[in-house]
């Protein structure tokens, strides 16, 4: 559907105009229209009228050197010019006409009342067309707010209006195996209902933002090519108490006369959270209206009336539990962020359109965009254009893909940043602190690139790529990853003999990530296998579920994790200190540097020497003897 677009003036200029047009009325178009009414006559005629008792009453206008006169039923004003006559004061005497000095009205009847009424009729008209205005810009159309209220302002796609298809959602093959059932349903529903199977009244998609759950909707309404309702859960929020379950018992009212169909809710947490949580503020809201009206109608309808309800959301931990039980949203479908073979394909249905350079890898660029959703990728290679446009080049390079990756995590580079060479310098140690002893622990993620280019809010970064062929973390990959957090705060400790600012948010993770190991992982032996982890998101913030001796007890194991994760990453640093300062000196002559350069200078890396005595497992003693003797070196 086209986005009416809103009025680009504001509501005080409209009234502006208004207030305009009806003083140009009043004072322009109103005498205009009164001196027009006013019939001419001689003077020899005025007189033979007043003679004849035709006259009414007369106004003699001296200044204007005119006379004004009625006819004798004052229906008709007249006017004259004025002569010489010592005898009219006694002629008008004579015939009784009324010479008093009242002034004669010269506006009829009709005039005066139109002089009221259309100033009226101006405003009403511009309240009229405010309130299109107002109904378009909500999605009502052009009929007025009265008779919208309660009404469903769903986007209706009849047939796929964007084409969208299974084939233009890359990755997500499980979820697209799930709903090709719903799609098959919608195409032959006696196939199902013959053997006595009925499908889901409602699913809902869950997953992070950005993962296509939107887009995997409106894959299913153009596979099944049946009536496609879209509205967010935010579109039901009314300031008026009823107008929001109105407005859903209107919208699976078009949706059985349009069945079969599909009603898809983006966005569903906005009126599905759980009730009962704000029951001492508001214990009848309109959002629990909302609500308890959602789960009425998804009661009402069989299930072989062939509408479907999907719903998207990212918090399905807040959502009332009414709304999860069989019946209603029965199925659940996870979309996740897609993995680095799903990445490579995302990349593939968005460069469709770009003009790319011959040696462009799509699994090259998969690989450095770990954790990435298919609308970050999207961002990225549009973002790769830009730049590419923007050097006046013809077609798009790895180097512009590998800047828009560093601009979309990194932020804007920061060249002109002031900076003295010492604090460069501590910049360059403070990040060969954190390559060294990352490349040097083999449970750490494998360091990609290092860079002192400012970004953002950081003098610099060491990019590390996470080895998603991992499928759970384990203590000793935690504590490595908090020494490799550390290493670049000791190593300006070892190298300066002082301790910078610049390591805050390098603490902040290192603190949390241990925080989170005892008191949500249960990793540690003191506090014991445990875990105060809230998952359903009701717990009550000014209470703890632990005693005061506990909170103790878990920081100290925190400082604890802390202090021995540090001095791991001391010793790393205080044995290859030499190689650090080459890697610095390294880092200042090309400001980036990428993994084969810290090869040269370190050697190869613990996670190489790990998955080489994992990938021969006859050689196993020995690659693990290998991978300790390169961390001990």
Excluded at 63 to 84: C, G, H, W
Excluded at 93 to 109: C, M, P
Excluded at 550 to 558: F, G, H, L, Q
């Amino acid at each position: 559907m086209n986005e009416v677009k809103s009025p680009k003036k504001p509501l005080l200029y409209y009234y502006f105009v208004a207030m305009l047009l009806v003083m140009l009325f009043n004072f322009i178009a109103m005498p205009w229209i009164s001196e027009h009414q006013i019939k001419d006559v001689d003077y020899n005629t005025f007189v033979t009228m007043t003679e004849q008792g035709e006259v009414g009453r007369v106004e003699i206008q001296e200044q204007s050197n005119r006379i004004l006169f009625t006819s004798s039923d004052e229906k008709t004003v007249y006017k004259t010019a004025m002569v010489p006559d010592d005898g009219l004061v006694q002629r008008l005497l004579d015939a009784g006409v009324s010479t008093t000095g009242e002034e004669i009205e010269q506006t009829s009847t009709l005039v005066s009342i139109l002089a009221w009424v259309l100033p009226i009729i101006i405003f009403v008209a511009l309240g009229q067309y405010m309130s299109r205005k107002m109904m378009e810009k909500m999605g009502g159309g052009g009929n007025s707010m009265m008779f919208n209220m309660g009404k469903s302002n769903a986007k209706v796609y009849v047939k796929s209006a964007e084409g969208i298809k299974f084939d233009d959602v890359a990755g997500e093959d499980e979820a697209k195996e799930n709903l090709t059932e719903v799609v098959n349903y919608l195409h032959d529903p006696s196939k199902y209902q013959e053997i006595g199977a009925s499908m889901p009244k409602g699913i809902l998609l869950v997953g992070p933002p950005g993962t296509g759950k939107t887009m995997l909707a409106k894959a299913v309404a153009g596979e099944a090519n049946v009536p496609f309702f879209s509205m967010s859960g935010s579109e039901f929020v009314e300031m008026f108490v009823g107008m929001g379950a109105s407005k859903v018992r209107d919208l699976f009212k078009q949706a059985k006369e349009k069945a079969p169909c599909i009603v898809f809710i983006d966005e569903i947490d906005a009126i599905g959270r759980a009730r009962g949580k704000n029951a001492g503020f508001s214990g009848n809201d309109e959002r629990e209206n909302t609500l308890n009206q959602l789960l009425t109608e998804m009661d009402g309808f069989q299930t072989n009336s062939g509408v479907i309800v999907l719903a998207a959301t990212n918090r399905v931990d807040i959502l009332d539990k009414a709304l999860m039980r069989a019946g209603r949203f029965d199925r659940q479908i996870d979309v996740g962020l897609p993995d680095v073979h799903e990445r490579a394909e995302i990349f593939a249905v968005h460069m469709r359109n770009l003009k790319l350079d011959k040696e462009i890898d799509r699994d090259f660029l998969a690989r450095q965009t770990p954790g990435f959703s298919g609308a970050d990728i999207a961002n990225v290679c549009n973002e790769a254009a830009l730049i590419a446009a923007r050097h006046d080049k013809k077609s798009i390079g790895r180097d512009d893909f590998m800047s828009a990756i560093d601009r979309i995590v990194g932020g804007l580079e920061k060249r002109n940043m002031p900076m003295t060479a010492s604090e460069r310098r501590a910049t360059a140690i403070h990040e060969a602190g954190h390559a060294t002893v990352m490349w040097s622990l083999a449970e750490c993620d494998p360091v990609l690139k290092v860079t002192v280019v400012p970004r953002g809010k950081s003098l610099g970064a060491t990019w590390s790529v996470p080895d998603e062929e991992r499928v759970h973390v384990t203590n000793e990959a935690l504590e490595e990853q908090l020494a490799g957090l550390l290493g670049g705060r000791i190593a300006e400790e070892v190298n300066y003999g002082t301790l910078g600012a610049g390591a805050l948010s390098d603490l902040e993770r290192a603190t949390k990530t241990a925080y989170a190991m005892v008191a949500y992982y249960g990793m540690s032996k003191k506090i014991g296998p445990i875990s105060y982890y809230d998952s359903t998101g009701t717990r009550d913030t000014f209470t703890k579920p632990f005693s005061e001796q506990t909170a103790r007890d878990i920081d100290c194991e925190v400082r604890r994790m802390l202090e021995d994760a540090y001095a791991c990453a001391r010793k790393i640093i205080e044995r290859k200190n030499d190689r650090i300062n080459a890697m610095a000196d390294l880092l200042l002559e090309k400001e980036t540097i990428y993994a084969e350069d810290i090869e040269r200078i370190l050697g190869p890396s613990a996670q190489s020497a790990k998955r080489a005595a994992e990938t021969k497992p006859e050689e196993g003693a020995g690659g693990k003897a290998a991978a300790d003797e390169l961390t001990e070196a």
